[in-house]
């Protein structure tokens, strides 16, 4: 499990367009380079957990392998489709020529609950 930023590659050491697979014990990231930018989301699809790695990546989307869904790199959102699951995705620190993956946040807390007395 992903505690802390990791180093997960250099800048040259992706091709813009491509993507690669880091584990972290059963996590599992996928890293795209696109436009010279880094961007990491869990590599696994939200609507059947596809392998995000072999998708088809254009224009700041990466298109899921198996039924097509467009997801956009920066905000993991699902395209066309406003306020439906998306991308899972880890913050990213660039140090010199090193990429770096850290942790998720966490998932905002639940609502608290209303509790009334008397
Ligand atoms: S598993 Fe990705 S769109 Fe269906």
Not at 58 to 81: K, N, S
Request: glycine share 12%; with cysteine; aromatic share 14%.
């Amino acid at each position: 499990m992903l505690t802390k930023f990791e180093k997960v590659t250099t800048r040259d050491g992706l091709e813009d367009g491509k993507a690669l697979v880091v584990r972290f014990g059963r996590e599992e990231v996928c890293l795209v380079r696109w436009d010279g930018k880094f961007f990491a989301f869990a590599n696994h699809c939200p609507h059947m957990d596809s392998p995000m790695q072999w998708g088809y990546i254009e224009q700041g989307f990466i298109e899921c392998p198996w039924h097509g869904f467009r997801y956009d790199l920066a905000t993991g959102a699902r395209l066309r489709i406003p306020g439906a699951g998306g991308l899972d995705l880890y913050p990213i620190r660039i140090v010199g020529d090193d990429v770096y993956v850290g942790p998720r946040p966490p998932s905002p807390a639940p609502a608290p609950r209303t509790e009334y007395y008397g």
